[in-house]
């Protein structure tokens, strides 16, 4: 929960099924908020990878509507655990969660939290939950050297695009 906006409340905003006055809020939120701003346009652009990524990629898996709003729900679930239980700093807790939405339909959620946490053992984080903004750009070229591994440079690319941390830019 962010500026009074839950991640249920954001996914339904972000699948057009958000009750008025929820939508209203964030509606209303949105433009003075650079934070919020930054993150919804975020995940706007991963959904929009996604479906391009998916096309070109990985011919095997055709995504519908209904399973890639599946997939990025079980996404938030599991992030809601695991925000509570880490504390992560805001920002790389976003960017985890923007990678682990990219992610997920190419290998499931579980293996795509895998596939992190093993990118972080091999970086100076040693451990996701200790993954911070200073050791952030080491754990991302592990993290995209085992996406190119496993799902080729294309995939990898995204990867790599997807996690540049806003304050980097
Ligand atoms: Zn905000």
Redesign the pocket.
């Known amino acids: 929960m962010?500026?009074g906006?839950s991640e249920e409340d954001w996914q339904d905003y972000l699948d057009g099924v958000a009750r008025p006055e929820v939508r209203e809020r964030i509606d209303a939120?949105l433009p003075g908020?650079l934070?919020?701003w930054e993150f919804y346009e975020q995940m706007t652009a991963s959904v929009a990878d996604l479906r391009r990524a998916g096309e070109e990629a990985l011919r095997v898996v055709t995504l519908s509507d209904p399973q890639l709003h599946r997939m990025l729900r079980n996404v938030f679930q599991e992030l809601r655990q695991e925000t509570s239980a880490e504390e992560l700093q805001t920002e790389v807790q976003e960017r985890l969660d923007v990678l682990q939405t990219v992610m997920a339909p190419y290998c499931g959620p579980q293996a795509a939290v895998r596939v992190m946490e093993r990118a972080a053992q091999h970086s100076p984080a040693l451990s996701l939950a200790d993954v911070t903004t200073e050791n952030w750009e080491p754990f991302l070229e592990r993290l995209t050297k085992l996406a190119a591994a496993l799902c080729g440079d294309t995939f990898a690319r995204l990867i790599w695009e997807r996690g540049q941390l806003a304050s980097a830019r």
Request: aromatic share 0%; glycine share 0%.
């Open positions: 962010k500026h906006i939120h908020c934070s919020c």
